[in-house]
Every structure is written in structure tokens, then in C-alpha cells.
């Protein structure tokens, strides 16, 4: 299963809305997409799990949602520290693929 | 707390091997199917194996199959990875990967004579 992520890069303001896209080649089940973010030297840190629920931790301002082939990755207010590269990954189907990641400037 | 500690990376020549270990906490580790994920610098994270809750299903990528097995130790809450005849392209940071669980910090491979 292929995942394309869209926009490669998003360049906005503190405040505003960013909304991330991953499609997939084809249909993948929910509880199996979950979005990461990579901040530069660390790990990939779990936002979201089973396409819209957030992990221990996370802000409100990050929602997931989505089926199908199409899964959506909203950070609803950002803030500067949500400059990072965003990762969907699938393991409805091995092998388990990412996306090739969409980065947010802020 | 959730704790996902991979560790076992260092230095090895081409055809050489290593084992990766990973010690988990904090959730119920036999109940997760876990992956090896590795990733190197400015790319997207590439997945490498996975085994089932149980240890009898495995699935590898296909440059990896034959030289290297995923297994786990439910009674240590463990994951491994043993990776034999290494070559200069498996050089990475290797992360273990509970489906729905954060990975923690990964273990540097690096292949290089």
C-alpha cells in the first residue's frame, strides 16, 4: 500500500490552521492509520492512533480523521513548537508503509 | 509509563551481524503486534519486520529477507532482531515499533568497513 502525503511543505503563521493530507493506493482499515511527528535529531513521536485517536500526551489542537483511502491530519491553532515533519503510516497489510512526510513551517 | 528501549546498534563490517534487543514497560507487551522500524537522516522511517502477539507470524521487507529474524520473549516483555550479513545500505537508526505505542529512542547501526 502506497501513501501520499500532501502538501510536501506548509508554511504558516502561529495561530493558523494546518491541515495535512495521506492517501492511500488503496483502501486501508481505520484502526490501522496513525500519524507521527518528527522534530530534527529526535525520534518520531505518536500523535495519533487508529485514524483519530490522540496518544497519551497529545494536545487537542491535533485531530485525525478519515477512511477509506483518504486520512487527514488537522492541528487546529498552531503553535511555534509544532515546526516538525509529519509522518501517516498504515500496518493494515505488510508490508507497513509511510507516507514520504509533509513538513509545517512555522 | 510507557518505555520502549532499543539497544544493541554499533559499528560492523559488511557480512558481519549484530542483534538488536528491545526491552518494553509500561503496557502489555504480549498483546502487540511489534515491528523493527529503522530510519537515516532526511528520510521518511522504513519498516523492516514485525511479529504477532504470539512469535509464529513474521513478514519482512524484502531486502532484509534471509538475513535477518525478528523473534520476542513475551516473558520478558523483549523484542529482537538478529541481522546477519549486513551490508553498507542497512546502516541506520533502528527504532522498535508496538503498533499504537510510541517508540522511544532507537539504536545507531552502522555498516562500514
Known amino acids: 500500500i502506497v501513501l501520499t502525503q500532501s502538501p510536501g511543505t506548509l508554511s504558516l503563521s502561529p495561530g493558523e490552521r494546518a491541515t495535512l493530507s495521506c492517501r492511500a493506493s488503496?483502501?486501508?482499515?481505520?484502526?490501522?492509520v496513525v500519524w507521527y511527528q518528527q522534530k530534527p535529531g529526535q525520534a518520531p513521536r505518536l500523535l495519533i492512533y487508529?485514524?483519530?485517536s490522540r496518544a497519551p500526551g497529545i494536545p487537542d489542537r491535533f485531530r485525525g480523521g478519515g477512511s477509506g483511502t483518504d486520512f487527514t491530519l488537522t492541528i487546529s491553532t498552531l503553535e511555534p513548537e509544532d515546526s516538525a515533519v509529519y509522518y501517516c503510516q498504515q500496518f493494515a497489510d505488510s508490508p507497513n508503509t509511510f507516507g514520504q512526510g509533509t513538513k509545517v513551517e512555522i | 509509563e510507557v518505555q520502549v528501549v532499543a539497544s544493541g546498534g554499533g559499528l560492523v563490517q559488511p557480512g558481519g551481524s549484530l542483534r538488536l534487543s528491545c526491552a518494553a514497560s509500561?503496557?502489555?507487551?504480549?498483546?502487540?503486534?511489534i515491528s523493527w522500524v529503522r530510519q537515516t537522516p532526511g528520510k521518511r522511517p522504513e519498516w523492516v519486520a514485525n511479529i504477532n502477539e504470539v512469535g509464529d507470524i513474521r513478514y519482512y521487507l524484502d531486502s532484509v529477507k534471509g538475513r535477518f529474524t525478528i523473534s520476542r520473549d513475551n516473558a520478558k516483555n523483549s523484542l529482537y532482531l538478529q541481522m546477519d550479513s549486513l551490508r553498507v545500505e542497512d546502516t541506520a537508526m533502528y527504532y522498535c515499533?508496538?503498533?499504537?505505542?510510541?517508540w522511544g529512542q532507537g539504536t545507531l547501526v552502522t555498516v562500514s568497513s
Open positions: 487508529d485514524t483519530s
Open positions: 509500561g503496557f502489555t507487551f504480549s498483546t502487540y503486534w
Open positions: 488503496q483502501s486501508v482499515r481505520t484502526t490501522s
Open positions: 515499533a508496538p503498533n499504537r505505542v510510541d
